[in-house]
């Protein structure tokens, strides 16, 4: 009688042992499958800015036989060309030389005798650097004053740099975040679960493009521009 009681009490032991072994497995299961969910997500943030800072390149040219006549020939040039960056708004300070290149054709190893060109070539290059975006796009547009002067220009485009981009980084940062965590709350529930915190959480790299479509490959050139980052984020999920 003993031995059959101790053998039941053994039993209902073994069955109580696998019971919780049993639970705790599928509690264990159900734990796992929970922190499997995820869903990944992607926010974006732009913003439309304008150039700070403008960098005109303005090359000017003078030829001729006599190298005196020709130095003569840039220098008046170069003065016409700064009273004119002048009257169009621009301060002494915003306009540098900064460099003089001189070619003597009868130099040069594989030519000989007389060239049918002026000997001599002498660019000088001016630019303007200046926040004045609105000046120097007016002063691009009037350029011919310069020609009708007798001042030859050789073509160049300003290019247009934005130096702002550090301050405005943490709110763009924080926009995309924000968006991306719209997504996924949307997904939680359409999907009927619960969002859980971010798992991991990534940013790309800040892009500046032109906002202009008619300098689509060449942002440098477009006073106007559009800033863009994504990030990537990745939440956990529960059931409900």
Same mark, same amino acid.
């Given at each position: ?11 209902s032991v073994?069955?109580v ?12 299961l159900k ?11 992607k926010g974006?943030s !732009?913003?439309n800015?304008?150039?700070?800072v403008a960098?005109?390149p303005? #090359? $000017?040219?003078?030829t001729?036989?006599d190298?005196a006549a +020709?130095q003569a ?10 009273t ?7 301060? !002494?300070s915003?306009?540098k030389?900064?460099?003089?290149? +001189? ?12 060239t ?8 000088q290059?001016l630019a303007?650097?200046? #926040? ?7 002063a691009?547009?009037? $350029?011919?004053?310069?020609f009708?002067?007798?001042?030859v220009v050789? @073509? @160049? ?21 924000q ?11 359409d999907s009927?679960?619960?969002l859980?915190g $971010? ?10 493009? #032109?906002a202009?479509?008619e300098?689509?490959y !060449?942002?440098?050139?477009s #006073?106007?521009?559009? $800033? ?12 409900k």
């Open positions: 009688m003993r031995t059959a009681i101790m053998t039941l009490l053994s039993a073994f069955a042992s696998v019971g919780f072994a049993g639970h705790a497995v599928q509690q264990g734990q796992f499958r929970q922190a499997d969910r995820y869903v990944t997500v974006l !732009e913003r800015v304008v150039a700070d960098v005109w303005l #090359p $000017i040219l003078a001729g036989d190298l +020709v020939n840039i220098d008046d040039a170069t003065t016409k060309a700064r004119f960056l002048i009257t169009q708004g621009f301060d !002494e915003e306009i030389i900064q460099k003089t290149e +001189v070619t003597d054709l009868l130099a040069q190893a594989y030519r000989s005798g007389d049918g060109q002026a000997r001599y070539i002498i660019r290059s303007v650097e200046t #926040p004045k975006i609105a000046a120097v796009l007016a691009q547009g009037k $350029i011919g004053e310069l009708k002067q007798g001042v050789e @073509s @160049s485009q300003a290019k247009y740099v934005y130096k702002g981009l550090n301050s405005i980084k943490p709110e763009m940062i924080a926009e995309a975040t968006n991306a965590r719209q997504g996924a709350e949307q997904f939680a529930k009927q679960a619960t859980g $971010i798992k991991t959480a990534s940013q790309g790299q800040f892009q500046i493009m #032109p202009d479509s300098f689509q !060449e942002e440098g050139q #006073p106007n521009k559009k $800033i863009r980052v994504v990030t990537t984020v990745q939440y956990d999920l529960f059931q």
